[in-house]
Each structure stands twice: as structure tokens, then as C-alpha cells.
């Protein structure tokens, strides 16, 4: 890698858990306090910002683009871990399929897809990111499960995914270069 790949988790979500995770929009707190972000030094010098398709990382991008001027571009395979599963998951099932994805990385929980499946579905995406520049500062926008799985395997902390995915916050960043985590996300 030849860029300083800046890894951003969305802002908080405004849950309504009568639609899909992927269509919640970022709620107006987290709007202001990714513009808070982006004014910050360590961000100064963005040159170029991708987003996941999801609307909460879009949302988020647009909001840190503001005192930017910078192209912002839309990468699927930087998705959250497919999580497809019939009828609404309170908030203790929806941690128990966390845990049973993120502790078993080859497996998929029902209606679920594999922590491995979208680790390389998320690497393939870095990668292109990567091609797209060249020494530049690039600001990824995604998801939690899935920075947990890409910071875990570039630290080699497989073992704890869990434990990281859930100290894991809004708008929790870390720093990649050269295939190493400069800077955690967790």
C-alpha cells in the first residue's frame, strides 16, 4: 500500500428496528459531531474519501466532506457483514449472532454472511482503494463488524474479535499504511 488509508466507523444510527440496520440514518448528534471530526488536524489533508454503499456511511462521508474539497466514491465490497435473517433480533440476539460469527470466522450464523467471506469481500475492496491512488491520504468510511474483522487480522487479534467488536464506538478511526494498523481502531 502506498496510501495513508484512514479507516472511520459511520455515526451513530438512529435505530428503528422496523426496517434493516443498513437503511438507518445517522441521527442529527452524529452529523454534528462528524463535522467536529473532520475539523480535526489529524484529518487536515484528506484527499479523497470512499464510502460503503449503505446510507449511514454515505451520510457520514457527505457530512465529513464538507470542508473538504475532495472526490467521494462508493465501494460495495466496504458493505457491513451481510446479515439477512428472517423477522427483527432483539438486542440479545443480535449480539448472540455477533459473537457466533466473530468467534467462528468460517462458519455464518443463520441468514448470515461468514466473517471470512466478508473479510475478503472487505481486503478486495482495500485493495482497489489502494490502486485508486497513489500516495495520498484516503478516508474509508464503513462498518463495525467489518473494521473489527480487518483491524483483528492485521493485529492478529482473531482470538478477541468479539471483545473489540463491542469496545468498538461511532466514529472510532484508525490509520493503515503499508498494510500495517498504525493507529487502532479499537
Given amino acids: 500500500m502506498t496510501n495513508s ?3 472511520l466507523r459511520h455515526a451513530e444510527t438512529k435505530v428503528n428496528l422496523s426496517t434493516p440496520a443498513r437503511n438507518w440514518p445517522i441521527t442529527k448528534d452524529g452529523v454534528l459531531k462528524v463535522k467536529e471530526l473532520a475539523k480535526s488536524e489529524k484529518f487536515s489533508e484528506i484527499n479523497g474519501i470512499i464510502h460503503s454503499s449503505e446510507g449511514k456511511a454515505k451520510q457520514t462521508a457527505e457530512a465529513f466532506a464538507e470542508g473538504f474539497d475532495v472526490q467521494m466514491y462508493q465501494l460495495s465490497g466496504l458493505d457491513e457483514l451481510a446479515r439477512n435473517h ?23 450464523a443463520p441468514g448470515w ?12 475492496a482495500v485493495r482497489k482503494v489502494d ?44 490509520l493503515v499504511r503499508d498494510g500495517r494498523a498504525l493507529v487502532d481502531i479499537v
Fill in 86 to 108: 428472517e423477522g427483527k433480533l432483539n438486542d440479545e440476539e443480535y449480539r448472540e449472532r455477533v459473537h457466533r460469527t466473530l468467534s467462528d470466522w468460517e462458519k455464518n
Fill in 131 to 174: 490502486i485508486m491512488f497513489h500516495r495520498k491520504n484516503v478516508l474509508i468510511v464503513t462498518h463495525g463488524i467489518v473494521l473489527t474483522l480487518y483491524f483483528c487480522t492485521l493485529k492478529n487479534f482473531q482470538s478477541i474479535a468479539y471483545e473489540r467488536w463491542k469496545q468498538l464506538e461511532f466514529l472510532a478511526w484508525g
Fill in 113 to 124: 454472511e461468514s466473517s471470512d467471506s466478508a473479510l475478503k469481500r472487505f481486503e478486495d
Fill in 5 to 7: 488509508l484512514y479507516f
